[in-house]
């Protein structure tokens, strides 16, 4: 009864309206057009684009590394739902990889980048921001619970922060201004930006939505 009730199941979803059979062939085109291979955060959108969604930690700059050398032509790094990092001196390390792969990032309309993984925003060779696109600050915390104001201006644990941020482009009164500014709110809370505002504090662009595909893979062999 069972396998009957299933046959005549299978034979009414064949027979069901073309809106159906239109919807599902989109996903599976969809599905075929992407490549969606996962390389622990990172994840491979097509030939030229990554995204990353997830926390990155200490195995983060050896994932990025296979994924480019899986990937070479990569030219763009998406970044969609980003909480931030486990471990800051492997994701400072992560954020110089990009800079030297030559990769531009992006941050979409509905996209979140926060705490640590602001770094690898600034990392990209050029910044896109999406009108919606929202960030998140704060104070970092070392293992001892110790943040960045229980330090002296020059302490290493201050300027290693402040030479990563000079490294991505940024003169040292802003590289100042931002780390202060990122600094504003304690561990424990967090400082929202909006797209508008992150653009007032870093150098970046707002995305052009009907640019050509192509202008990305254009662009990659000039980012080498």
């Known amino acids: 009864m069972r396998s009957l009730l299933?046959?005549?199941?299978?034979?009414?979803?064949m027979l069901s309206g073309p809106a159906w059979a239109g919807e599902g062939a989109?996903?599976?085109?969809a599905a075929?057009?992407?490549t969606d291979e996962a390389y622990g955060p990172f994840r491979v959108i097509d030939a030229t684009r990554a995204a990353l969604d997830g926390v990155t930690d200490a195995r983060s700059p050896a994932q990025f590394a296979a994924m480019l050398r899986d990937h070479p032509g990569l030219a763009l790094l998406e970044m969609r739902d980003c909480p931030g990092t486990e471990d800051d001196?492997?994701?400072l390390r992560l954020g110089r990889m990009i800079r030297a792969a030559g990769l531009q990032t992006h941050v979409p309309d509905g996209g979140s980048v926060r705490s640590g993984a602001v770094e690898l925003f600034l990392a990209g060779v050029s910044r896109r921001i999406d009108d919606g696109a929202e960030f998140a600050v704060h104070a970092w915390l070392?293992?001892?619970?110790l943040q960045a104001g229980d330090f002296s201006a020059n302490a290493p644990e201050n300027r290693r922060y402040l030479a990563f941020y000079r490294e991505m482009g940024m003169a040292e009164d802003e590289a100042t201004a931002f780390y202060a500014m990122t600094n504003s709110v304690p561990f424990s809370e967090a400082r929202w930006l909006s797209a508008q505002d992150m653009r007032q504090w870093v150098?970046?662009?707002r995305s052009q939505q009907a640019a050509p595909m192509l202008a990305y893979l254009d662009l990659?062999?000039?980012l080498h």
């Open 203 to 205: 150098k970046a662009d």
């Open 89 to 91: 001196l492997a994701n």
């Open 26 to 29: 989109a996903r599976l085109v």
């Open 32 to 34: 075929q057009s992407r």
């Open 142 to 145: 070392d293992e001892s619970g």
């Open 220 to 222: 990659g062999p000039l």
């Open 6 to 13: 299933a046959i005549m199941a299978l034979m009414l979803t």
